[in-house]
């Protein structure tokens, strides 16, 4: 039996996808454009500091290395977010269109019977 795609389609929560779309879309375009920029280079401390100043440069980048840490655990965790929504519309759409694929067979199934008591009537109603 064939899929009615148009009732699949029709299943699907399109108010939720809608509304979540553009927060789809946002956090996509900003993943691509963290994901996309190149890694800066190497610092390199100059070469005639003192030792103090030197330790000074290093708790500075140290600093900033942890600064950058943390900003891609935050986008790390925003990718979460984002994965688990489309995991989670995903899951809602599987879910719709199993039901209807279970839907489309019971009518089949009553679809075949009426048919069968239509002929069946159609037979009996030529012998008597």
């Known amino acids: 039996m064939p899929f009615n795609w148009l009732a699949a389609v029709q299943a ?3 108010g939720q ?11 996509t375009r900003k993943l691509f454009t963290r994901s996309s920029q190149p890694l ?3 610092p390199v401390p100059p070469a005639n500091l ?8 290093l708790e ?9 840490l943390a900003d891609l655990q935050h986008d790390l965790q925003e990718s979460v977010r984002l994965i688990n929504g489309l995991a ?9 269109i199993e039901r209807l694929r279970i839907r489309t067979r ?4 009553i679809a075949a019977l009426a048919l069968a008591g239509v002929l069946g009537l159609a037979l009996f109603g030529r012998m008597h």
């Open 40 to 42: 800066p280079p190497e």
């Open 106 to 109: 019971w009518f089949g199934f």
């Open 50 to 57: 003192s030792a103090s100043d030197r330790d000074a440069w």
């Open 17 to 27: 996808v809608i509304d979540n779309t553009p927060k789809l879309i946002e956090a």
């Open 60 to 68: 500075q980048q140290l600093a900033q290395t942890r600064a950058e």
């Open 12 to 14: 699907i929560p399109w």
């Open 88 to 96: 989670e519309q995903n899951a809602q759409m599987v879910l719709a």
